[in-house]
Nanobody, 124 residues
Framework: QVPLVESGGGLVQAGASLRLSCFVSVRNFSSYSMGWFRQAPGKEREFVSA????????LYADSVKGRFAISRDNAKNTVDLQMNALKAEDTAVYYCAASRLVLSLQSRRNYEYWGQGTQVTVSS
């Protein structure tokens, strides 16, 4: 089991920014690709963003491209998601996940470990 703990969620107004952080308690954090997913009420969990183990490749869902930025610090075992220009439709529980793969990171089936999630609520 690989513990992942998300933080940074909250209630903000549309147009505001939030920064989510995920701490991964594992010795070989740099060997994992990391992803962020979100799940709104009544909807399936969907891909938001991912970053490969060295940070060379980043991926984004079309709905967040240009507004969100993913980054990681392998020395601190953290992966962050900077969310700007938030919209009401970004409201969801955001989950951090870890994968040993470097391909097909948009698929939640390719992630082995998941955090408990952090709530992001954007009021319009």
């Amino acid at each position: 089991q690989v513990p992942l703990v998300e933080s940074g969620g909250g209630l903000v107004q549309a147009g505001a920014s939030l920064r989510l952080s995920c701490f991964v308690s594992v010795r070989n954090f740099s060997s994992y690709s990391m992803g962020w997913f979100r799940q709104a009420p009544g909807k399936e969990r969907e891909f938001v963003s991912a970053i490969t183990w060295g940070g060379a490749t980043t991926l984004y869902a079309d709905s967040v491209k240009g507004r969100f930025a993913i980054s990681r610090d392998n020395a601190k075992n953290t992966v962050d998601l900077q969310m700007n220009a938030l919209k009401a439709e970004d409201t969801a529980v955001y989950y951090c996940a870890a994968s040993r793969l470097v391909l097909s990171l948009q698929s939640r089936r390719n992630y082995e470990y998941w955090g408990q999630g952090t709530q992001v609520t954007v009021s319009s």
